[in-house]
């Protein structure tokens, strides 16, 4: 069987003009808002080479926000549809496609599966970057219509612990709890979610619970160790889901080095679905491996090189399969970030290989 091997380019050009920036600057004094989703390496927003967009924790409380849903409901281009109905999922849509070409990250990671943003509490969010369009050809073909990341805020030097609980209209009942701290080198952030949900009728009503966890080791300042997992339970009228998800991300910078990344994901769920009057429900297990490493470096003043690595498996089993599916997948990438005064000029490019698909 042949296979086809699909390849993403883009080239970008942007232009920043430094007599602006000074009036703004001299106008206010403040602190830059840094993004990393849009070339996977920070930059200033205003100077990041594809179209983006940040929501801060100020920006949030300013907007009553209370989970990441409700953050992104004012950003133009942007449209969250939130359901609690059986046998439907949330969808983001960004510039009017499809939520398939949406790519939704937390912390960096893929998120698999339906889960709801409304269960990720405002207290834990540091900030969401949002990039607009295929600008951001790193993460490949899910992200068409754009990426939405969001990440959550390190753990406090001072032990924190908040709560909210809101009601509303069809006897929707949401809980949120956090508790951070940090000792040491090391810190961690628990937070807990629940939602009931009644709804109008019988068939509407929406149960579900969401766990997230984070240790993060400091161990220098060349070295930070990221152990993030999380638990989720959902269920609907004729649909249960569970998931389980455990992650390990390094950052390294040494001396005389190229900056290197490596991550490591693995999530579990099982969906039960139960349709015209099945005695018993259907169920669909899936097991997704992924393998991340990343090295950026200067070669020139000019030149900021990014490149990497992503390895993924995935085994499904049950369902409708009359056997157990197995499939992965190889992808590379590369960016240069070349600086040309006001000028900033972006080339990159990314390769997958599909076991299946090619």
């Known amino acids: 069987m042949s296979r086809v091997v699909s390849i993403w380019f883009v080239i970008t050009l942007f232009l920043v003009h430094p007599l602006a920036l000074a009036d703004e600057q001299a106008d206010e004094v403040k602190m830059e808002e840094i993004i990393v989703t849009a070339t996977k390496t920070s930059h200033p927003l205003e100077d990041t080479p594809v179209p983006a967009v940040v929501v801060d924790g100020k920006e949030m409380e300013r907007r009553n926000a209370l989970n990441a849903g409700e953050a992104l409901r004012y950003l133009p281009g942007i449209h969250l549809d939130t359901y609690f109905a059986p046998m439907t999922r949330d969808a983001l849509r960004i510039q009017g496609l499809p939520s398939r070409y949406t790519l939704i990250l937390l912390d960096g990671e893929r998120i698999t599966g339906r889960h709801p943003l409304t269960l990720i509490p405002a207290d834990v969010i540091e900030r969401v970057e949002v990039v607009k369009g295929p600008s951001s050809v790193l993460y490949g073909s899910d992200a068409v219509g754009g990426v939405c990341n969001i990440i959550t805020r390190s753990p406090s030097r001072k ?160 369902g409708d399969l009359p056997a157990e599916k197995r499939h992965f997948m190889i992808s590379s990438y590369l960016q240069d970030e070349i600086s040309l005064g006001a000028l900033s000029l972006l080339l990159a490019g990314r390769l997958d290989y599909h076991s299946v698909w090619g």
């Open 159 to 318: 032990p924190s612990l908040n709560g909210t609980f809101s009601y509303g209209s069809y006897g929707s009942k949401t809980f949120f709890l956090n508790h951070g701290y940090s000792f040491g080198r090391v810190g961690y952030l628990i937070s807990a979610a629940a939602n009931r949900l009644k709804g109008k009728e019988k068939i509407s009503r929406c149960n579900a619970e969401n766990v997230l966890m984070k240790l993060k080791w400091e161990k220098d300042k060349q070295g930070i160790w990221t152990l993030r997992g999380g638990f989720r339970r959902e269920k609907l009228a004729f649909w249960k889901e569970r998931k389980f998800d455990l992650g390990l991300k390094g950052d390294l910078d040494l001396p005389n080095l190229p900056k290197l990344t490596l991550k490591y994901h693995s999530i579990f769920y099982r969906d039960e679905v139960r349709v015209g009057g099945a005695p018993k429900p259907t169920l669909t297990d899936e097991l997704e491996s992924r393998f991340e490493m990343q090295m950026t470096r200067n070669l020139t003043k000019r030149h900021l090189l990014t490149s990497g690595m992503e390895m993924l498996h995935d085994k499904i089993e049950g």
